[in-house]
T-cell receptor, first 110, second 113 residues
Framework: GESVGLHLPTLSVQEGDNSIINCAYS??????FIWYKQESGKGPQFIID?????DKRQGQRVTVLLNKTVKHLSLQIAATQPGDSAVYFC?????????FGAGTTVTVRA | DVKVTQSSRYLVKRTGEKVFLECVQD?????MFWYRQDPGLGLRLIYF???????EKGDIPEGYSVSREKKERFSLILESASTNQTSMYLC????????????FGPGTRLTVT
């Protein structure tokens, strides 16, 4: 099956700083690469996606970078806020399915 | 606002019991999915359905079955619950061709004793 790995299981960041969450993958044939956010007690929520023919995409306070050469995906969160505390999952399309990484728990320090 | 609901937030069952987990979506989505979520393993796909009465096995279908009699409802069935099926179960739905943007329910935490 598809392998999706995260570099760090936890990340602690000071409020107001930028956060960077990383993810590595093994399947070069994926069309989409996606980030989900899961807050405590809730299901994962779609944040942003990037197509395989792009290397950068920006949303509201978030930027996703895709480096297909080294098979690396990252999510950058600008000016991290307490509401950004959550588990973040990277995922990629695998035919009609999604393959998820194990998740990085982000904790924002006041 | 889109919504995916799951029948229970918490469920405790005994080994050997038959367990039904229900999921309902109100977005008229064709595709629906069942995942289990375990610490350190992320989300793993159990089964999915792309239409009424259609189902496809995911990555870990053993010990589970599903039912999709109506478009809005997708049920996960544990025929004979075992302790290794203690987990968080998540349901999701999506439009065809947009599997990258899945809408998830809040999850059911199942404990099998």
């Amino acid at each position: 099956g598809e392998s999706v790995g995260l570099h760090l299981p936890t990340l602690s960041v000071q409020e107001g700083d930028n956060s960077i969450i990383n993810c590595a993958y093994s399947n070069s044939a994926s069309d989409y690469f996606i980030w989900y956010k899961q807050e405590s007690g809730k299901g994962p929520q779609f944040i942003i996606d990037i197509r395989s023919n792009m290397d950068k995409r920006q949303g509201q306070r978030v930027t996703v970078l895709l480096n297909k050469t080294v098979k690396h995906l990252s999510l950058q969160i600008a000016a991290t806020q307490p509401g950004d505390s959550a588990v973040y999952f990277c995922a990629l399309t695998n035919d009609y399915k999604l393959s998820f990484g194990a998740g990085t728990t982000v904790t924002v320090r006041a | 606002d889109v919504k995916v609901t799951q029948s229970s937030r918490y469920l405790v069952k005994r080994t050997g019991e038959k367990v039904f987990l229900e999921c309902v979506q109100d977005m008229d989505h064709e595709n629906m999915f069942w995942y289990r979520q375990d610490p350190g393993l992320g989300l793993r796909l159990i089964y999915f359905s792309y239409d009424v009465k259609m189902k496809e096995k995911g990555d870990i279908p053993e010990g589970y079955s599903v039912s999709r009699e109506k478009k809005e409802r997708f049920s996960l069935i544990l025929e004979s619950a075992s302790t290794n099926q203690t987990s968080m179960y998540l349901c999701a739905s999506t439009r065809p061709g947009q599997n990258y943007e899945q809408y998830f329910g809040p999850g059911t935490r199942l404990t099998v004793t």
